[in-house]
């Protein structure tokens, strides 16, 4: 019988060519945006208070220029209606459609607009393109060497020396 001893390392430990092929490994396994539901909830939640309906989306950063959401929304859906008839979230998330955080920004990039521009379609316009770029740069930072690191830490993930996780090669 042969005994064979290996070195495991913490993502830390890891040197910086390492460190970014743990990083690969990970965004290469099958890596999710972990709140793109909770954000769809939000946005489609939104659109309910508006009498709108989500028609289509699509949300990658590898084509973030191809991202879009796309309502039903025209002219004729806003008319009549004033910025106060729309719901003002209270701090404390009481009254919020489905209480994640996307809500507040949605909410308050309409009020926002609203009351500079007077514009209802057009405040509801920019909350979803603001919701949609909260939701890229939210999944941006999720695929970041700086979250991934946390990540590790926080979840104590060990390593071989080149980046492989040590839990692949434990046998």
Known sequence: MKTKTISIYTINELD????????HDYLSSGFDYV?????????????VDFRVDLVDWRISTYRRGDSYIETDATQETFRGLKPSDIRRLDVLGANWPTGYCLDATLYEA???YASKHGDVKGAFDHAIDEGLRYLLNDMEYQESMEYFIELAEINEWEYLED??????CAA
């Open 163 to 168: 980046g492989s996780q040590a839990w692949r």
């Open 16 to 23: 910086e060519r390492a460190q970014e092929k743990a990083h």
């Open 35 to 47: 709140w793109l539901d909770e954000g769809m909830d939000s946005i489609k939640a939104f659109c």
């Open 110 to 112: 309409f009020h926002d």
